[in-house]
Structures are given as structure tokens and as C-alpha cells.
């Protein structure tokens, strides 16, 4: 099949590129030249283990290619994906659906025949049916069939989610060609037994935000339930253990920490919330997900203050970690932001490490110092904070690094050592939920 994948952002360009190792020929559109040409020339936008090769495989192939050119891109496509940004619109929090909409009139200006035209960017519901009211007003004499078809990517790991999903939603009006293009443009997944779930399109634009407000919420708990543990003196690792051993709760996405953030699950909370309320159906549980997890990032800020005895000016704070996860460079709403700023604001100055974020997140944060290593970063310091838990900050020297620090306090926002380990190394610990009895 021809598949045309409109914009080559995170969820594009890994979509188009899986879909083009399915076997599909796939063309990425994208309207910024510059990014066009890096991508061929093997530079990718994003960090994302693994994309660069296998862009490189598939376009050596001739699978994959890049235009800026619209109307070549769409021509005799059988399905056209639409996966531009939705981000939080300023002012009242809605998501910005300006460039899906443009893009759904631009694609209608361009085509030559009957399509589908797929809707991948996150939406609120009912976008599907202005889309195909765009397009019908545009080009009232062809055949077009709008599709949901939400992603579910982690960033970190998105080629195996896309390739081994869980499951593949798509959301229809109940056209029969709609649902055979759909069924053949997965029909590679097959193999792997994933399940396809054809359901209505506005079923399909609400399953993925309420997938994501529920695991915001997970989050979020026991966030709530590591400063519970930390005033009654529990350890919210075994809190959460425990829990997460009952089939009914699963233990994914119940580990305590600085909060959430990324591209997904802020704005995707806050458009929930404004969809409820659009609707005259308030979501308390997730507008209070939304208020709490804001408060907790700058909370992070003050945990680490008062562990500098209250006093942080003039001090030198070493961070490890800026991105909001592992194995990617995006710094959307990161932890690391609000926590800098707090710090800052103390006085403190601020020295940091990260594997792949730091070109990203230096202009965020000018005044921060950006290292070459960790233990660079941690030379002179008056504490070491750990906000993201790389891989590589998993088996430190702990010895090296407190040796080298005007004061050996080691701030653990991931529970990634056990008190044992930090406090034979010469660290004092500080960690989040407990005190650590246990192996983190």
C-alpha cells in the first residue's frame, strides 16, 4: 500500500518509518525544508533509540522517502496519516488543532481521488468530524473516509510499542472501505497476534486520552503515597510492591517520583479536563491529577532546599538528569524545569549532566552549567540530585563522586540506591517515599 504520513514529528516519523519496514511505501511529508534534508542526510529530530538505522534501512530500500511537497506526497495514496502537533493552546488549555485542521484542508486541495484520511495526532473528541467537514467543504466531489487511529508510543521505546503494540485502535464511522484500507494497512501485525479494535471515531479520539489521564493518575497516586510514607515513616517501594501485585492494579507506573511530563501527559490531562468541562461533565479526579502533579515538580525544588539545611545561596547543586525520561532528548514540561527554577530562585547554583538532553535543555535553562560527565558535574557540589534515570546513572562510582563533593548528600528522586550502598560510599541519602531499607 501507499501510505502518506503528514509531518515527521516524533509520532510521524517513527510511524511512517515502522510502517515502511511493514513493507509499505511510505512518504513523510514535512513543510520545514531543513528538516527534510537532515533526515535524509541521516540526522534525525528526535533521540529515539534505533530510529536513525532504521530510517537509513527503509530509505536505502526505497521505501521511505521525504518531500516537502504535499500534493506529490498524497498523490495515489491509499491512506493519508495526519500526525501533526496538538500542543496545549495558550490561554485556556484546549489543544491547539490549527495544524491538524490546515493540514486536513491542504490534504483536500491535493488529492486526485477517493482516500483515507487517518487522523494519528492526539485529539479531543469530535475533531474527526470537523476534519471531514473541512474536507468535504474543500472537495465535496470525492469519496473521503476520516479515521481515528490514536497512537501509543512511549518515548524510549516507541519502535517495539509501534511494531508489538498492545493493542491498535481504530475508530470509524462504519464505512466498509474505511475499515478493509485500515485492516490491510496493519494487516503486517497479524504476526504478532496484536489485537485491532475497530470501534466509533469518537470512541477511538476518547480511548487515548483516557489512557493516558488513567496512567497520569497511577503516577500521580503514588506520588501522593510516597509523601504519606515519608510522614509515617513506611517505604512507598514496598507500598507499591504490595499493591502492585494485585492483578487488579498491575505494578506499571507506580514508581514515586518528581512527577510526570513529556509531550503526552500534560497537555493530554488538560484537554480532558477542558473537554469535560466543555461538556458539562467535570473530570474531578483528573483536574486534581493535573493540580497536584504541577505542584509537585516545584515541591521537588523545596525537598531539595530543605535538605541543604533550609539554606541553598551560594551553593553549588549537581543534577543527573534533565529530560523527563530515559532515552530521549525532550524536555517538554521535564521536572527538571520546575526544579531549577526552584533552586534558583534559593540561590543555588546549578551544574548538570545529561546523556542526550542537554542541546535541548540548555536554552531552557541558560544559567545552568552543562557537564561532560557526571562526575564532572558533581566536582565541588553541596548535593548531587538524581531526577532522570538514565541507564548510565544506574551503576556510579558512588565513592568517586562523594569523594569529590564539598558535601557527600545524595538527593535520589528515583529510588535508584539502596541507603545501604549510598551510606558505605560516605553519602548521606535523602530519597522519595521512605528511608530506603530497601534495595531500590
Known sequence: MKITMIGTGYVGLVSGACFADFGHDVVCVDKVAEKIQAIESGRMPIFEPGLDQLVANNASAGRLTFTTDLAAGVKGADAIFIAVGTP???????????YVYAAAREIAESLDGP?????????????????????????PDLDIQVVSNPEFLREGAAIGDFKRPDRVVVGTTGNERAIAVMAQVYRPLNLNQAPVMFTGRRTAELIKYAANAFLATKITFINEMADLCEAVGAEVQEVSRGIGLDNRIGSKFLHAGPGYGGSCFPKDTLALVKTGQDYDTPIRIVETVVQVNDLRKRAMGRKIVKALNGDARGKKVALLGLTFKPNTD?????????????LEDAGAKIAAYDPEGMEVAAPMMPSVAMMGDAYEAAAGAD???????????RALDLKRLAGSMNTPLLIDLRNIYPRTEAEEAGFSLIRVGGQGVTAG
Do not use: C, N, Y
Request: glycine share 6%.
Open 115 to 139: 482516500t483515507v484520511i487517518v487522523t494519528k495526532s492526539t485529539v479531543p473528541v469530535g475533531t474527526g468530524d470537523e476534519v471531514e467537514r473541512i474536507v468535504k467543504e474543500v472537495r
Open 88 to 98: 496545549s493552546r495558550r490561554g485556556d488549555g484546549h489543544a491547539d488543532l490549527s
Open 330 to 342: 525532550d524536555m517538554r514540561d521535564a521536572p527538571s524545569l520546575a526544579i531549577v527554577q526552584a
Open 383 to 393: 548535593a548531587l540530585v538524581l531526577v532522570t534515570e538514565w541507564d548510565i546513572f
